[in-house]
Structures are given as C-alpha cells and as structure tokens.
C-alpha cells in the first residue's frame, strides 16, 4: 500500500448512515419485528445443574386452549453427526441440538429441555407450567479444579480426553489437552536471574448485550422458510438451522434485523431452530424473545479459567522464558476458548523459550460462547500480572522492561507464523510519553500497566456496488453492522468512487442475496468486507472508464477517473460517473462490480492499557480514577468508532476486572442472573476514557486497515489488577476485584 | 382473562388501548400501539432501555403497568425529533459516534432530555450519575456523556 497518501473520507468522522434510524427509535431490532397471524414460542428450562430425563410428559400443555405447538429435542433428527465451520470456530452439530433442547440429560440449571408456541407470551408461559419432566437428579460439579479430578461426576460418558500421550481409558471432563512450544524452556529459567510464579483465577464473564436473543420465523414447507433474528452472522445462522432441520440452503433465508449488540455472543443459535421447528409443527409464524435471565442462564458467557505464569528475566531485563499452564471452563459441551488462550498469552513478548499447556474442561454450567478476543484475557491477564512483577523485582519501569522484550516485525510466535509489521513498539511509546503516564499519582492511588494481542481474522466477504440511473449506488454487504460499520463501508467505496458519502447508501443484504458472508467476529469486517467493497468499487471504476472510453472510442488506458468524472487524456472531453450511469442501458447494460474474496493478511493489533485505581479501605470498592487505552488501527477509517471499540473494549475488560462474575449456589442454579446482580460497568462507575490511536500501516490491505474491535478487552484485566494491588500494597491473583474480595485482601496483612 | 379500557395520551395523540391486568405499559407500547422505539433489555428496571416520560417523571416502562397509563400523559422516543428534524441530543449522539448498536440509544436520549430539561447545565459528575440508570456495554459511555454535555451547551447557547 501507498503510504502518506491524501485521503478524502478515510479517516473522518462521519455521521453514520444508519444513524438517524437509530436515535429517533425508528431502526428495526429483532423483536421489533412482527407477522400476521403470529404466536408466541417460550421455552422450559431445567432447575437442576444435572440429571437425567427420564420422560417428558407435554399432552397437558398441548390440551391447553391457544396452545398451538410443543418441541423437544425428540423432534430434532439432524445434527447427530459433524462439525461445521460457524462463526470463528467449528461448530460440532450434536452438541449444539443437546444444547439447544436436551437429550436425555440436563447439563446445567436453565438448560431448555422443551418448548410451547402458544396464541401469547402469556398463555405459552402457563402452558410450559403443565409440562411433565421427570428428573433423575444426579451429583453435579461447578468448578474447574473439581471437573478434572478423577472422581468427579461426568458429564459425558463418551468424552475422552484428546491430546493426551497415552490413550485414556475411561471418560473425563477435560475434553482436550494441548501443548505449544519452542525453544528450551529448562535452559531458558537456568538464565535467568529472577523467576516469579503466579497462579490466578478468573471468572466467566457476560457479553452483556442490552438486547436479548429474539427471532421471528415462519417455516414454509413447500417454499422457503424466513428467518428474521439478531445475529452477528446470519449465513452461519442460515447454516446451523439447515443442517439441524434438514432444510437445503436455499430453501432458508435469513433476513438480518439491527443487531443490539453482541460481542461474540450472537456467533452461535438457540431460539431459531426451536422457532423453526414450532413453526412447522403449529403452521404459523412465531416469534421468540428470551428474557434477561435466560440470557444469562443459557446463553453463552466467556470460560472462568484458572491460569498459570512462570517468567524468567535477566538483570538486564532480557526475558529468558516463559511458561504458561491453563484450565479453561467450557460448560457443559466442550470448547471453551483454550487453544486461543494458549496461543496468545506470551504473544506480546520476543522471547526463544516459551512452553503453554492447556485443558478444556467441561462441567455443569451453561455453555460458552464466543466473547471479545475469545480465550486471550484470560491467559494474557496472568501473563501481564506476573511480567509487571518481573519489572518491580528487577526494579526497571513496567514499560522499559516491555519495550526491551517486545514482539516485532519478524518475532518468532509459538503458533508458527513470524509476526508481520506489527505497531506494539509504537503503543508502548505512545503510552510512555502519555500524559497519564507521566502524570503522579495521588497518595493511596495504584497505577496498573498492560499489554494485549489478538491475532484478527480475514475470511470470506461477499459484496456488491450497484449503481443506479440517477448515479447513486447501492453498497450491498453481508456483514452485519454492529458497530457502525456501515459508515466505515460507505467512507472505503466513497473514497474509491471519488463522490459524496450520500449518494451511497450501504445495506446489510439477506443470505439470498449475496453468496456466503462470513460471521461479523474476529474484527473481520471493515478490514476483510472493506476490502472486497474497494475491490467491487476498483471494478465500477473500470466499467466506468470502459464505457467512457468507448464514447470517445479511446483505449481505456487513454481516459483517468478521479472524483467521479471520466476524463479524456487524448482529448478535452469529460463524462461523469452520474452521466454515464444514466446512459448505461444504452452503452452495454447497467454497471455494477462485485467481489466475493477470502480475504488473507489480517494484520494483529496489539494495545497497551494504562489504569490508575482507588481504594475505600473500608468498603474495598475500587473507583478507576484514570484510564487510558492505546491500540494499534493500521488505518483509522473512522477514528470516532475506532476510539468507540477501545474505548467499549477498555469498559467490559474493566467490568470483568472489578465486578462482573457468574455466583452459583449449592445446587449450581445462576443467583446473579440480572443486571441488578450481575454488575456491568455504569456511567457513574467510570472516568472519560483516553484514547490512542496508533497507526502502523497492515501491508495486506489497500488503506492498511487492521481489525480492532477485540484487543482492547485484553489489557483491562491486569491494567486494573496491578493497579489495584498497588494500592493495596497486594498482589492481586483472583478477579473480579470487588469489594467483599479487595477488603478481605486488605485485612489479610 | 378481561381486559380493560385504557385511555391516555401518547406524545401528543390521544390512543385507547385494552390491556390485561399484568401487562406492562412497554408491552402495550410495543406490541398494541406498535412503537417499538422503546427497548426491552431486561424487564426488570435495571437496565432503562424503555426509559419513559410518565407525566414528566422519567420512568422505565416495563416497570409500570399498562392499566397505570390510564388519564396519564406519556412521552416516549417516537415523540423527539424525526429523521429529517433531529432534536440537539440525536444530532449530538451522532457527531459524537455516541452509539455502536444503538439499542440503549433510544433510552438514553429519553433519560438524557429529561436531565437537560431539569438542568441545562449539569456536570460532568451530575451527567454520569443522572444516566446511571441506563446502561450501554458498547460505547463505555465516554462519548455518551460529551454528546449529552455538548448537546446542554448547544441548547443553553440557543435559548
């Protein structure tokens, strides 16, 4: 890419397309929508962590007046068998039915076991009161050192764990084991002149999206069934529904509605095929809203983990090795964010001998899901905690002893790859020359510092620019827009076509419309779908100049096209985009491009956090007094939204580090489940958050974007935990920090 | 189940609606009058997605029933602004990329002219905590709050 170049919109701060739909209440959500003729599906859930289902017992509820259709898992003939790539990971499809109805048991309090489309939410709801389950009750284990001991109750007689050098011979809950590793890690402690071990414990934690999971759908046997729902990807929606229903592809459309937040959690399905299947089996449409508890009990929040870091530095601050041990929480199916976990954790460091191990482990708690940089802040936290001690024993400043170890272009990563030009360098001295860092800290106050990597995907993006008569053009994408990157869509085909933002209008189209279109995650969209809209826009140009040049019967070498008019080198004339888009039927059809790519080079964005903390002795409440969060973009393209996913990112990190935690009691039921209990960060919690955008160009793509709706959820966890220590004059090892938690350390002397 | 008569005013317009005992003022909203502008987000109070003016107080919808609606005089997003006439508030939540999902939005901007109409010059810290009541996880409220304090300037400078 070119860089030092002019941009007209890249890098403005726009008024998003969408934004006028969303501030006058009149944009569409899911549960928004409604049909004629609709019910109402609700849906049973489980009281007990674990047992068995001996029978269901539905025909009271199904004599109910206005009750039109019940389902249980009994109903769902696919799915038994294989796995399918969905949202940022393979999806194993016999899971996902036992976990969107249970078989024949009940993995977790709040597990759905069946479901009733009734004429209202009302009359749905007494009839699930008239459903017959009968439990065999059995031992159920919540925490993670438990499940992995060899007397613990399974979950799953068929789990064996994978990866381990001897085959098992009986089942577990650890699902898998996995190892990474370089160099010599034995040699690489024998250098070292400090070594400090920690061990640490996290919660699982919430995306916490303000809308709950809803969808309306509308089965049609002979035609094509409709789906509309809150997604963050509605080709994997329409692919998990296919495959667990048996519906060909086709014969399934998704239809996007907005999406109020997500944060990974809405990468996955749990009303739509129950609504599907409600559906065929009552003949009218149905929709299905979940309330806030539910969200909470049965919808997927991050893994707890327990984590282990061992750093070995020299006098110097050469950071000799690093080793990592992790066991992360995946609820009642496997796959919690593990192996990304591993991957990450030491990531931010050149360091030659590195060695991680890990377990996913599964036990009576609701499934996890996709949340922001999946698996990293977990392993990452322990890292920064125990690499800030490193700094305070050696007595060098947290961010020399950083600088001096960064990863950079060419360091060697324990997943394989060296890493690309990367901008880590950058945010360090960004954050070294900040005010805030420079900046004393007042008497009782803790200062906190941390790093944070995560890798950003590319994938597949399907786009098109269609232009119209008048010379406006329609953006139609397959992302859905979760952030605002409508606006970020609309400022990349502007600055192609070289005209106004509204005369382009960007629209998130339906699974028929566009071929496949990749799960908005990974920070994937504006760099992956903006980079096959600049494709698309790159071939409208060509078309253009094509047309233009056989007006003029000139070569389209012998025409340029800039700001939206057509010029003649060879002569004097000129054409506009507007002019020739009107005369298009008339000089070889209407004009179009189009792009479906799978898009590679995703540039890694590292971000570097700063926090400074106080402490009530009494209460153990900690106030963030100062916050700073400093990311690598590659290429702003609009530095309001791209400050808006730090400044987000920073918040549910920081919610994580302080508040947020599932509470279980003895009989393993959720006592948080609401957002009374489960305390996500309030506007009176906070101070502004300060921003930096640091700017390393990602040579992969044409504006040098890099994803960064992820890293900056990262470093919060021990920017907050080491700030928090170090005003307490404690090393943290367990988040959240609350109160009950920070005071007891206070006590403890 | 018998329902009853409810007539009331809803920005501006006079409507009747029948709703059962247990229905909520936001699901009459929703699902009778179909303004789906004000959100559900937990149905608890806890969250102010169906932040409501009810008589000029600030309320959350779900925690009032509809039959509570009856001679009352309500205030929802629907009545602020239009997509070709935003109020200041809308027009600042945009320049200020004030909103990622935009589902809290529509409370916010009901909660946040409520405080503008009570006080037209709060602080920062007045800001933060009248608006504690709604909660937004994309934004981190950082740009929430300049939006709704650049908006009371705007306002303040305009009267």
New interface residues.
Partial sequence: MSEARDFKYIGQ?T??P????????????A??F?LPGMIWGKILRSPHAHAKVLSIDTSKAEARPGVYAVATHADFPGGEGGSIEAGESAVNLRDLSRNILADDKVLYAGHAVAAVAAVSE?VAEEALELIEVSYEVLPHVMEIDDAMQADAPVLHEDMFTKGLEEEPDKPSNVATRTELKMGDIEAGFAEADVIVEREFKVSRAH??????HACTVRFDENGQSLIWCSTQGHFDVRALNSQLLGIELSRLKVIPA??????GGKTTVYLEPIALMLSRKSGKPVKM?M??DEVFMATGPTSAANVKAKVGAKKDGTITAMQGWMAYDAGAFAGSPMMPGVMTMFTPYDCPNVLVEGYDVVLNRSKTAAYRAPGAPQSEFAAEMVVNEVAEQLGMDPIELRLQNAAKEGTQTIYGPKLKRVGLVECLEAAKNSPHYQAALAAGQGRGIAAGFWFNIGGSSSVTVNMHSDGTGSIIEGSPD???SRASMQMMVAEVLGIPLDRLKPIVADTDTLPYNGTTGGSRTTFATGMALIEAAEKVVEEVKARAAALWNVTAEQVEYADGVVRNLAGEESISLAEVCKSAAQTGGEISGSANINARGAGPSFAVHLCDVEVDQETGKVDVTRYTAIQDAGKAI?P??V??QY??G???GIGWALNEEYVYNEQGQMDNA???DYR???????P??ETVVVEVPNAFHPYGVRGVGESGIIPPLAAVGWAVGNAIDRKVEELPCSPPRVLSMIQSG | MTKTHVTSTVNGDAVEFLCEPGDTLLDVLRNDLQMTGTKEGCGSGDCGACSVMLNDRLVCACLVLGVEAEGADIGTIEGIGSNDRLHVLQEKFLEHAALQCGICTPGLIVAAKALLDENPDPTEEETRYWLAGNLCRCTGYDKIIRAVMDAAETMRESA
């Fill in positions: 701060r008024i998003r969408d934004g006028a739909d969303k501030v006058t209440g009149r944009a569409n959500y549960a928004d409604a009302r995306q916490g999206y303000i809308e709950p907005e999406i109020g937040g997500g944060f809203v309330d806030r979760i952030g605002g609009h309001g939204y400050e808006g400044q987000g920073a918040v549910q609401g957002f009374l996500v960060p309030l506007a009176s919690d906070l502004m958050i």
